[in-house]
């Protein structure tokens, strides 16, 4: 390849991918958007069903563009997106879509990220403690989108070229990554994992009664080594 063909390739991938990439996290940031309205009005109905139950606030809070939480009971789910546009490994069964083999730009998508925290950790500065990942969702320019997860998560909402993402599938996707947080409950840590304790560390627990904790949800992604529990 001369400089000449070097420099046109460049030039062609400046004007086409990177412009398409840009296109795709307007979009993504757009919909993010509608993910904190969707959630901020789960809220206010789901507050107006429990108002009388003590202990099971539901709370919303935005951390900026790009992050919220939604708290209710004793979890917290913290949707991030992320400010980068995502391709896919050619082992990735978008791959035998013809939605994307049609157009391979396509395939490029904004990420939405979903963790689950316990609120403990939250409430008393817990900073040790472990959330985990329970689900993915992808949005691509035209707005059609899948989710990677487990349960509802993974199985309800995979069209992916078939649909567009709207304020009723955000609705749904939300509940239903509480509901999955619901079915999980806080495990203890390992006898080993605690057999020893300095006397610094009992202080430091003593004052926020700071063990590190955090729910095995039972969720494996293919580079996560460790076993579901």
Not at 169 to 188: G, K, N, V, W
Request: proline share 2%; aromatic share 14%.
């Amino acid at each position: 390849m001369d400089s000449k063909e070097q420099y046109s390739r460049i030039v062609s991938s400046l004007k086409e991918k990177s412009t398409y990439k840009l296109a795709v996290l307007e979009e993504a940031r757009k919909q993010f958007d509608v993910f904190k309205e969707v959630a901020q009005k789960l809220r206010t109905d789901l507050c107006s069903e429990t108002d009388c139950v003590e202990g099971v606030d539901v709370t919303y809070k935005s951390q900026g563009q790009f992050q919220f939480e939604l708290t209710f009971g004793d979890d917290v789910l913290v949707f991030l997106l992320h400010n980068d546009a995502f391709d896919f490994e050619k082992s990735h069964s978008i791959w035998k879509r013809s939605y994307v083999t049609d157009d391979r730009m396509r395939a490029y998508c904004g990420m939405i990220s979903v963790f689950n925290f316990l609120k403990t950790s939250f409430d008393m500065d817990r900073n040790e403690d472990v959330g985990y990942l329970i689900g993915r969702i992808f949005i691509n320019r035209e707005a059609s989108y899948f989710v990677e997860g487990k349960k509802q998560l993974g199985f309800l909402y995979n069209d992916f070229g078939k649909e567009v993402i709207k304020p009723e599938a955000i609705r749904s996707i939300i509940m239903s990554a509480m509901q999955y947080c619901q079915e999980f409950d806080l495990l203890t840590p390992p006898f080993s994992a605690m057999s020893e304790l300095q006397v610094g560390r009992m202080i430091d627990i003593s004052s926020k009664m700071n063990m590190k904790t955090g729910k095995r949800l039972g969720f494996k992604f293919s580079w996560d080594s460790d076993s579901p529990e």
